[in-house]
């Protein structure tokens, strides 16, 4: 499996909750940053010459906000320069707003062939609270266009928790995006992460949340609206129509290795983790004069990789294998983590059987914990 990440640090407008490595209206950056992005991309190609792409993913920011000639450009390049599979998985995020139908007839001619929209709520009153610049009738429209464009492999991020939404709400704006046909869906609970405006409200009284309980009702509502739909849950917070699961997401999961390009794009290759410059404008100045865009790194330890890897799988329904576990660092998870593995079997929260270590339906809601336990 050979997985490629390109990060694209723009947006059009930072959302209330978003903490990711973005920047608003940077529109003079634009074309430099591609021009960087291809030199990385031809450096990498060289470095791993045997390195066959199965899989690329651009995320962000929004890689929609480049001009449309850009960002196939770039999705054009990395096909030239790295060895393509006949199947290639080749996803894009983009936001309602950023697109049209000409955007899309040209994406899916470049070879695009999965669309991720980030909608996160069909609801206006929700998305305003958010910060998103699209409403409900905007996000549903574009599903239907991407649809025209040709695009079958479309998935859509929802969120729930979000500050006064109700469970019924939820219902709604799941219902939305199952009635819109789409075969995956990524739904997150909300996280109310540092720097972000949701942080500072909170710190002063000013975001009204859901209950505990209202999300557990939001949890229920998911799972049974996704099921009756044909949409089964793979990975704690992603559900999928059989043969359409996240394949570049799944490589994550499964702690494989992947390349990666861009500012604040992170790499796993040869045991080593790469992360680069978070600033577009320092990433630039990097690339421009030779430099290396590099500025942390960590080789992790066998035990520690194999921590990592059981962490990582246990977010999958699945669980994790025990023989290519085995294969893979010569440990047996069952006398690797003995009587920790043992409570959490007694209380109902892993299944442990001679093939797979998962986490039961009864500890989903519990995983962090059990994550904590094991890490």
């Known amino acids: 499996m050979g997985a490629l990440y390109i990060h694209i640090p723009f947006c059009l407008s930072k959302c209330y909750y978003c903490s990711f490595a973005s920047i608003p209206s940077a529109f003079h950056l634009y074309e430099p940053y591609v021009a960087s992005l291809r030199k990385e991309l031809n450096e990498l190609a060289h470095n791993y010459p045997n390195f066959k792409l199965t899989t690329l993913f651009f995320g962000g920011g929004t890689p929609t906000v480049l001009p449309v000639e850009q960002l196939t450009g770039l999705v054009r390049y990395c096909r030239e ?20 139908l000409e955007y899309l007839d040209a994406l899916r001619a470049a070879g695009v062939n999965r669309i991720s929209f980030g909608v996160q709520s069909f609801n206006n009153k929700e998305l305003k609270a958010l910060g998103r610049l699209h409403d409900g009738n905007e996000a549903f429209s574009v599903l239907d266009l991407a649809m025209q464009a040709g695009f079958n492999n479309i998935s859509v991020d929802l969120m729930y928790g979000l500050p006064c939404q109700s469970v019924d709400s939820w219902k709604y704006s799941l219902q939305k995006a199952l ?66 699961q996240c394949k570049h997401n799944l490589n994550y999961w499964f702690n494989n290795e992947y390349l990666a390009a861009g500012a604040a794009a992170v790499s796993y290759m040869d045991g080593t983790r ?20 590099i500025v942390e790194k960590e080789r992790l330890s066998s035990e520690a990789s194999f921590r990592e890897t059981v962490i990582m799988g246990l977010r999958l329904v699945e669980g994790v294998s025990r023989r290519r576990l085995f294969e893979r660092y010569g440990i047996d998870v069952e006398r690797y983590y003995g009587h920790t593995l043992i409570d959490l079997e007694k209380y109902g929260l892993i299944e442990l059987s001679a093939t797979t ?7 989903r809601p519990l995983s962090n914990y059990v994550m904590a336990e094991l890490v």
Do not use: W
């Open 179 to 244: 009635n819109s046909g789409v075969k995956h869906l990524s739904l997150y609970q909300l996280t109310v992460e540092h720097d972000t405006v949701f942080f500072k409200r909170q710190e002063n009284n000013q975001l009204l949340l859901p209950t505990e309980e209202d999300v557990l009702q939001m949890d229920e509502v998911t799972f049974a609206l996704c099921e009756g739909e044909g949409l089964k849950r793979y990975e704690i917070s992603n559900y999928a129509v059989s043969g359409y």
């Open 357 to 363: 270590l998962r986490i039961t339906d009864k500890g």
């Open 81 to 100: 320069v790295f060895n393509e599979d006949n199947e290639t998985e080749i996803s894009i995020e983009a936001n309602p707003g950023t697109v049209n």
């Open 274 to 293: 790469e992360k680069r410059s978070q600033n577009p404008d320092q990433y630039i100045d990097c690339i421009a004069s030779n430099r290396s865009v």
